[in-house]
């Protein structure tokens, strides 16, 4: 809406190219370590996801990185296969000899660079650049230079250096910025200066280490930049590189600007990276987390039940993700009752007000309810014997080491009230037979079968709590209840299954 306002400050092109570095730059994230075979694989998906140049390594680095650029090569990919180089001809002549059709070579250009890295003045940088450029267009292959630390070399001399390159028939310049420190501003403001020196396409480089890479990205396409560099997820050396999939959504549904990405897969690419990598996403990462179409909030669920784009900015079918609404303590009814009829659970308003109860307990307790912990909420409550003869008004339990566990329970049965004290080999023991005490005046009821399981993984886990009970006269019934504390899911289980016995006499 507002963009209108400042669309005329812009000058972006209609397209822009996707160059992915995951390969590459997001290898060089810490801890990750592709073999051969997995980084096949990546290529693989990348050129579905519709990237328009895949780095697929740096062949100079080791046999490795060479086996696996030629065996991507070998796959024949739409995708433009690069392979990086330093300005050095043996860099250069690794990455041809493995076939590639496009070389991304790069030299610091920055003080800090030539001084402390290369030990190197301007003039020897820019001719090594200007003969790197020479070597690969005379070998017939596209060429990308970067000005490494551009963001941090003086202006004049940057401008000096791209030019010659252009002159010497580079095919793209890109504009590194190393170590993240540009911000959108300063970003927006170098790429504008220097497209009025270069007409070769612009491409830029933006690391994360103030969290600015995606939008510095932004800004330098707002300058006119035709080309982004972006790896998955974000992936990349020290805070990694421009994430992928926000570039790509906020170029195409903010600016309107083309590119060549299938934005349907980009969940499914981002799940694949993800679990090859071994780098966990953020729940709340935008795009392809778990929770960037989850809704909770009563008022926004309500929102988005009536008009999804009350409370989301895109679909998520345009990523291939899914909406969730979940459950906690921000749950209000409406939400409780969609998720009840997506899985066909029909109930009674008491029985609804049980779970509705039970979900915003759990929720005030820290806990947030999956889908697995409604499912059996809403069956153990279901499942309650329709009336209670017995009672619980009262439990307590005391365990630990050296101590005998010891539970107390008191029931109120037909109006009147029994206390029992009993001990058992553990606390769920001690609290069975301490029920049984007190039923055993009156009662014949036998625990037959106990089972439990926990609903979901955690310390925190719903126990859902089966029993089978019967009497002598051969009635049996089931019990079962949910509840985050397995002594207290096994006495209503176990209490459940006593009242329907007692309700079938
Ligand atoms: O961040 C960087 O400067 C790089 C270069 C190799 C372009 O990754
Ligand atoms: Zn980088």
Redesign the pocket.
Known sequence: MYLDRVKNKMNPPDSVKIFD?TLR?GEQTPGVALTVDEKIRIAKKLNSLGINVIEAGFPAASEGERESTRKILELGLDANICG?ARVLISDLDSAIDCGVDYI?T?IGTSPLHRKFKLKMNKEEILTKSVDAIDYIKDHGIKAEF?A??ASRTEFNYLKEIYRAVENAGADVI?V???VGVMIPSSMKWLIAELKKEIKIPISV?C?DDFGLAVANSLMAVEAGAQQVHATINGLG?RAGNAALEEVVMALTVEYGIETSIKTKLLVNTSEFISRITGVKMPPNKAIVGENAFAHEAGIHVHGVLEKAETYEPITPEMVGHTRRIVLGKHTGAKALKSKLDDYGIEMNEKQFCDVFDQVKNLGDKGKMVTDADLKAIAESILGKAKDEIVKLEGFAVMTGENVMPTATVKLKINDQVKTSSKTGVGPVDAAINAIQDVLSETEDIELLEYNIEAITGGTNALAEVFVVMGDKNGNKATGRSTREDIVMSSVEAVLDAINKILILR
Do not use: A, Q, R
């Open positions: 570095t730059d990086l991304h790069f970067s490494e630390d890109n590194p910025d190393t480089h690391h050396e």
